[in-house]
Structure formats: C-alpha cells, structure tokens
C-alpha cells in the first residue's frame, strides 16, 4: 500500500439521493471505506455538507451565521456515516471541531491519532470550526494533524482535466500534476487555500472517481488513481 495513513474528503452531495440524506447511498459509499479499513488502511474522514447546506446558499444571510450552519450540516452527514460504518462492522468515532457532547467526541489531535492508531476510522465534523474555511481546506488540515501519507478527495469525476470535459471534448486528464501548476493554471481541483496548504507540507493529493471500492483501492496505491497533486515538476497527460 503506497499510502498507509490517509485523509478522505467526501463530498455531501454523493450522500443525497431521495432526500438530502439518502441511507442507501450512505452505506454504498461505507462499503468503499469498508474495503480500505479491511485492507489495512488507517482512515480519517471529512465530509461535506453541500447535499444539506452551503455557506453560500445564504444569500444575504451574514456569512459567518450562514457557515455556522453548513457546519452543522456536515455533523449531521458525519452522524450518517458513523452509523453505516457501524453497520457494517467498522470501528468508527465522530469528533467534531465545535463542543458537541451529546452527539460526538470534541476533536483535538492527540485523542484522533490514538483513535486511528488503535484502528477506529475517525470522522471530522464541523469542518475547522470557523466560518469562511471550506471543508477541502479543513481535511487539509486534519491531514496534517493525523500526519497522513496523502490526501484523497474522492470526486464525481476521475481527476482533473487541462479543461472541463464537460463542454470541451479535447479535455485531457492530468495523471500528476504539480501543486505550482494547479494554483498558475486555476485547474479548479480543490480551493487554492487546501492546494498551498498541502503544498507546504508536502502532503500528496490524489483526485479519484468515488465510484467502487477499487477505485478507493486503487488511490491508496498509486495505481490508475485519477490525478495526483504533489511537488514534481514535471506534469504527465493520459
């Protein structure tokens, strides 16, 4: 396994279905966690919550409340997902960057990495915790802090592209690209804070199609994984 310690961004909306939290489409994708966990992988997750709420869903709403409020959204989708998982058999905690007793441990790092190191996948909610931080950047960041190998940011499509291959038939997807590059040609893989982050503490990022637990599988080992984001110079077209 190339990537033993890893850091899972999901997005919110892969949960919705038909309602903004579909069960059905939550245990699917806790069978692709599943299938890491059993591998041997050592996960932590971050979760979305655009399939409920997004900051900039408020419209005029002041922006600091409205971001409150997508928080909440990704401890209700963490919730969900900490029941597949348990469902299925995973050992799993919830801990959440705001003080949310009653539902979920409060995060610090030392009680994440001990949680991970005695096998438990962990899930982050509430993002960082603070309004104007997209969830990319807070599973930056938890990447960081758990000192994972990589980040994965498992996406609806297979990496990322010289253009959007949905109105640009020549689109061609990126195998590895530099961070440097990203950032200079607005390649619109993740926001350009969780991009810098990763960039200055070498974390690798790998951009995958979240469609089967081969795929998962497939990013942990470097192999047929979409795109890859690290510090090479030398950027590679398939």
């Known amino acids: ?12 909306e892969v949960l919705s279905g038909n309602s903004p939290i579909d069960f059905d489409n939550v245990l699917s994708h806790a069978q692709h966690i599943k299938t890491l966990h059993d591998a041997g992988c050592q996960i ?3 979760i979305g919550g655009g ?19 997508g928080m909440l959204a990704t401890a209700m989708n ?9 469902d299925l058999g995973v050992p799993v905690k919830v801990m959440s960057a705001v003080n949310m007793e009653l539902f979920m441990d409060t995060y610090s790092a030392r009680s994440a990495n001990s949680a991970i190191d005695a096998g438990n996948v962990v899930i982050f909610a509430c993002g960082t915790g603070s309004p104007f931080f997209s969830t ?14 990589a980040l994965l940011l498992a996406k609806a499509v297979d990496g990322i592209y010289t253009s959007d291959p949905r109105v640009d038939s020549s689109a061609r ?27 200055e503490y070498s974390i690798p990022m790998i951009l995958f199609a ?7 599988l497939d990013a942990v080992n470097g192999v047929n994984a979409g795109t890859i984001v690290d510090s090479r110079a030398d950027s590679e077209l398939v």
């Not at 396994?1 to 919110?12: A, I």
């Not at 990319?136 to 190998?149: C, E, P, S, V, Y």
């Not at 530099?178 to 960039?199: G, P, Q």
């Not at 979240?210 to 998962?216: L, T, Y």
């Open 1 to 12: 396994m190339k990537y033993k310690r890893v850091l899972l961004k999901m997005s919110g």
């Open 44 to 46: 932590g997750i971050v």
């Open 51 to 69: 399939n409920i709420w997004r900051g900039r869903s408020g419209g005029s709403m002041d922006r600091n409340r409205a971001d409150s409020i």
């Open 78 to 86: 963490s919730l969900a997902m900490e029941q597949a998982l348990i």
């Open 136 to 149: 990319d950047t807070a599973a930056a960041l938890r990447a960081a802090q758990i000192n994972a190998d």
């Open 173 to 199: 997807r990126y195998s590895h690209v530099s961070y440097d590059e990203v950032i200079e040609k607005n390649l619109h893989a993740t926001d350009l804070t969780a991009i810098s982050f990763c960039r």
């Open 210 to 216: 979240m469609n089967s637990g081969e795929s998962f």
